[in-house]
């Protein structure tokens, strides 16, 4: 079992640029929710997948949206790069909403 | 609106010292709380889930209880080890109107050798 796989793990974008993260899921798991970690802190809830819907989005503006695929992958997008947006970002993944989480290594994004 | 608060921020102890992390949440109704270990710049690695319904879960030297009525958490572990140093965070989720998974900003641990 591969586990919660991501990628890319680095990237380094300049501002106003789009860019988008990509996540596969544990084996049996069908939902995937999406965390922005900057350092030094805990990971803030950007949203949550499930059955290719959004379900529970946090305090995120609407230039971060997702997509969650039939084979329950899912991609973060990420429109008109802010400095502030730097952070690892990661993917956590679960059978069903409530379940536990599982996270991906995490990919560290750098907006100059 | 949910929060959770970690303390200590930060916190050394000397190889072999049996040691307590504290999680403290604002809203009860939650479904379950789950602690986190993560190494410098790496993803998250569970350790230990408590379902709303329990109030401890034990894997090897680590212990965790949860007491709902009170919105508290602790996580023991016991006999450190340098390899226990990392930072552990704690997440809970669910909560009235609020089904999000919400973390605190965590506990940095140093295992002095």
């Known amino acids: 079992d591969a586990g919660v796989t991501q990628s890319p793990t680095h990237l380094i974008k300049t501002r106003g640029q789009q860019v988008t993260l990509r996540c596969s899921p544990k084996s049996g798991h069908d939902t995937v929710s999406w965390y922005q970690q900057a350092l030094g802190q805990g990971p803030q809830f950007i949203f949550q997948y499930y059955e290719e819907e959004e379900r529970q989005r946090g305090n995120f503006p609407d230039r971060f949206s997702g997509h969650q695929f039939p084979n329950y992958s899912s991609e973060l997008n990420v429109n008109a790069l802010l400095l502030g947006d730097s952070a690892l970002y990661l993917c956590?993944?679960?059978?069903?909403?409530?379940?536990?989480?599982?996270f991906g290594p995490g990919t560290r994004l750098t907006v100059t | 609106k949910q929060e959770v608060t970690q303390i200590p921020a930060a916190l050394s102890v000397p190889e072999g010292e049996n040691l307590v992390l504290n999680c403290s949440f604002t809203?009860?109704?939650?479904?379950?709380l789950q602690w986190f270990r993560q190494d410098p710049g790496k993803g998250l690695t569970s350790l230990l889930l408590?379902?709303?319904?329990?109030r401890e879960q034990t894997s090897g030297r680590l212990n965790a209880s949860l007491d709902k009525s009170s919105g508290r958490s602790t996580l023991y572990i016991a006999a450190s080890q340098p390899g226990d140093s990392a930072t552990y965070l704690c997440?809970?989720?669910?909560?009235?109107?609020?089904?999000?998974?919400?973390f605190g900003k965590g506990t940095r641990l140093h295992i002095l050798p």
């Open positions: 997440a809970v989720t669910g909560g009235i109107r609020d089904d999000k998974i919400i």
């Open positions: 809203d009860s109704a939650i479904y379950n």
């Open positions: 408590i379902q709303s319904s329990q």
């Open positions: 956590a993944s679960s059978r069903g909403g409530h379940g536990e989480q599982y």
